[in-house]
């Protein structure tokens, strides 16, 4: 079956950087788009970043636009999350998650747009 697990969550002061990873196992990893979703407390998941089947093609979300770098490593299924200048509102657990096709056109930034959930992992960026 299909595993999706994020790791490298934790606890940064604000400025900070952090970098996520994400590892999907049981798929053809090379043949999906991925993306990266944020949930704060009470407030809807949200999209933010999506990388194309072959890594060339990046959408970024205003929010995170110039912070945030999305990239992934096909030889090791393996998908990444750079994150820098963080700021307190960047708290949230975030997910990575499989695209039903391979690329991010489109609604990328829908969840219902994604097949494949990770647990999520918790990013709290102090003030």
């Known amino acids: 079956q299909v595993q999706v697990a994020e790791s490298g969550g934790g606890l940064v002061q604000a400025g900070g950087s952090l970098n996520l990873s994400c590892t999907a196992s049981g798929l053809n990893f090379d043949s999906y788009a991925m993306g990266w979703f944020r949930q704060a407390p009470e407030k809807e998941r949200e999209g933010i970043l999506c990388v194309s089947s072959t890594g060339r093609n990046k959408v970024y979300a205003d929010s995170v636009k110039d912070r945030f770098t999305i990239s992934r490593d096909n030889s090791k299924n393996t998908l990444f999350l750079q994150m820098d200048s963080l700021k307190p509102e960047d708290t949230a657990v975030y997910y990575c998650?499989?695209?039903?096709?391979?690329?991010?056109?489109?609604?990328?930034?829908?969840?219902?747009?994604?097949?494949?959930w990770g647990q999520g992992t918790q990013v709290t960026v102090s003030s």
């Open positions: 998650a499989t695209r039903s096709n391979s690329h991010c056109a489109g609604s990328w930034n829908n969840v219902r747009n994604y097949d494949y």
